[in-house]
C-alpha cells in the first residue's frame, strides 16, 4: 500500500458484537473452572448464559451491523485460501471487518459453542447432576449427548487456541493488531473506505432480551 494514503479512525465494530466476544472469553474460562471445581449450578448458569448469547449473536449476524453479518463476513473457502496464500506478506490492516479466514474461524466457533451449550441440556454425570431436558431424551441418548458434551469443549479448546495462535502470527508476521479493534471497536482504514452500518443498540438488547427469555422459558417450562 503506498504509505501516503490518508488513513481515518472508522467504528468497524459495534459494542454488541465486542461485548459478545469478551463475554464468550469470560464464560468459557469461567465453564471450564466450573466443571473443575464441581460448582454444577455456576455451571449450567453459565451454559445457559452461553446459549442466550449464541442465540442472540447468531439472529445479529442477519439484521445486525455490517460487520456482523455472515452475508457480508463469509466469503467462499477459496477466497480463505488465498488469503492465507499471502500470510507472509506484511502489510496493513485494511479489511473493514473479519478477513476472509477469519469468517469461516468465527462461523466454526460459533457451531462448536453451540453444540456444546445444546449437548449440555440432555448431559448427565451418572450420580445426581444432569441437564434441565436430560430426562426427555432418556438415559441411552442422554449418554451419548454426555460423550459429545465432553468431546465438543476438547474441540472449542482446540479451536481457542489456534485462534489466540493466529492473532498472535497476525501481530508478528503481518504487524496487525487484531485485539484493539475488538476492545474499541476502531480501526485506521483509508479515507476513500465507507464506513460500515452500525446496527441499533436498543435493538441488540432487546434482541438479547428475546433471547435470554427463549433460554429461560426453554429451560424451566421444556425442561419440566
Known amino acids: 500500500m503506498d504509505r501516503r494514503v490518508a488513513l481515518r479512525p472508522v467504528k468497524v465494530w459495534d459494542a454488541p458484537v465486542r461485548l459478545f466476544h469478551w463475554a464468550i472469553v469470560l464464560l468459557v474460562g469461567f465453564s471450564w473452572l466450573s466443571i473443575e471445581e464441581s460448582w454444577m449450578q455456576l455451571h449450567f448458569l453459565s451454559g445457559y448464559t452461553i446459549l442466550a448469547l449464541l442465540i442472540f449473536r447468531i439472529v ?66 451418572d450420580v445426581m447432576n444432569e441437564g434441565p431436558l436430560a430426562h426427555l431424551a432418556g438415559k441411552a441418548l442422554s449418554d451419548r449427548l454426555t460423550s459429545l458434551h465432553g468431546l465438543t469443549f476438547t474441540l472449542v479448546q482446540i479451536a481457542v487456541l489456534l485462534h489466540v495462535l493466529a492473532v498472535i502470527a497476525y501481530a508478528v508476521v503481518k504487524r496487525q493488531d487484531l485485539v484493539r479493534p475488538m476492545v474499541t471497536g476502531v480501526k485506521r482504514l483509508p479515507a476513500t473506505v465507507p464506513a460500515p ?12 432480551g428475546a433471547a435470554a427469555l427463549a433460554v429461560v422459558l426453554l429451560v424451566n417450562v421444556a425442561g419440566r
Open 60 to 125: 445479529w449476524g442477519v439484521i445486525g451491523s455490517d460487520t456482523a453479518r455472515f452475508s457480508r463476513f463469509l466469503g467462499s473457502p477459496a477466497a480463505a485460501l488465498r488469503h492465507l496464500s499471502h500470510f507472509r506478506r506484511r502489510e496493513p490492516d485494511l479489511e473493514v471487518g473479519h478477513n476472509a479466514a477469519g469468517g469461516w474461524m468465527v462461523l466454526l466457533m460459533l457451531l462448536l459453542l453451540l453444540v456444546q451449550a445444546g449437548s449440555g441440556l440432555f448431559a448427565n454425570d
Open 197 to 208: 452500518r452500525l446496527g441499533r443498540l436498543w435493538t441488540a438488547l432487546s434482541l438479547l
